[in-house]
Structure formats: C-alpha cells, structure tokens
Nanobody
C-alpha cells in the first residue's frame, strides 16, 4: 500500500523558516492535487495550502505571504516552504494527495515554533 512520507519538521524560533517535503512510497495514478493541512492541540485539522497539477495554488489567509507550496509532478512530491514562522503555526502538519480514486494522507510531522 502506498504511503506518503513526510520530512522537514522540527523546532524553530519565531521568525525562522522550515521546509516540509512529502513524497509517496510508490506510484499513485490520477493525482488531481496535493496539499498540506495542520492540526494544533485542541483544534480541528485545517487546510494550509493546496496545489493542483496545473500549478494553481490556494492558501489559508493566516499563511499568505509567508508560506509557499510547490510541487514536482514528475516525482509526485509536494513541498511547503514556511518563512517568518509564528508560535501560532505550531501544529502537526499533514500531507495530502487527492486522486481520482482516493485520498492519501501522511502520518504527520511536528512543527514547533518557540523561543
């Protein structure tokens, strides 16, 4: 069974940067979009950013101008460059891949923004 493998999380000071990566362990057919979601303690999971196969992006308002999503269609890999991080960005970040057949979720990677 194909799994999504995430990397790049960690502890960073406010104002710092991190880059998340997500790649599938095998082949996925019919991908329509890829994205990142996050879930902070005691809160519901929320969309952070998505990107379609055509490169159309969408961001939650709170990260616009600070985060950039990008994708490599050849590798079915999606990235999230996070700059000017704030304590309120602290959460578990999940990668998601949507296809014609089903959705795939990563296991999550912790991002902690703290001094």
């Amino acid at each position: 069974q194909v799994q999504l493998v995430e990397s790049g999380g960690g502890l960073v000071q406010p104002g710092g940067s991190l880059r998340l990566s997500c790649a599938p362990s095998g082949s996925i057919s019919g991908i329509t979009y890829m994205g990142w979601y996050r879930q902070a303690p005691g809160k519901q999971r929320e969309l952070v950013a998505t990107i379609t196969r055509d490169g159309v992006t969408n961001y939650v308002n709170s990260v616009k101008g600070r985060f950039t999503i990008s994708g490599d269609n050849a590798k079915n890999t999606v990235y999230l460059q996070m700059n000017t991080l704030k304590p309120e960005d602290t959460a578990v970040y999940y990668c998601k891949v949507g296809s014609w057949y089903r959705d795939y979720w990563g296991q999550g990677t912790q991002v902690t923004v703290s001094s």
